[in-house]
């Protein structure tokens, strides 16, 4: 099974990004690192918020991308 985020508004509309590289990713780990990396341009293209996904089951999320206040 694959793992993938689910891009989102803050309001739960999808979002689909520009940026590359994080269309499916092999385990866990691999994702989170990539989503850790990537997340100011996610943020920078609309999105407010990311599901983490192994194949159709939703493992955690939505999860914030903006930094705390």
Do not use: C, I
Request: hydrophobic share 35%.
């Amino acid at each position: 099974m694959t793992f993938s985020w689910r891009f989102e508004s803050a309001d739960g509309t999808p979002v689909v990004p520009t940026v590359t590289g994080g269309e499916r990713f092999p385990n866990q780990s691999d994702a989170e690192s990539w989503v850790g990396e990537a997340w100011p341009d996610l943020l920078a293209e609309g999105v407010d918020q990311v599901t983490l996904l192994e194949g159709e089951r939703k493992v955690y999320g939505p999860m914030s991308l903006h930094p705390p206040k």
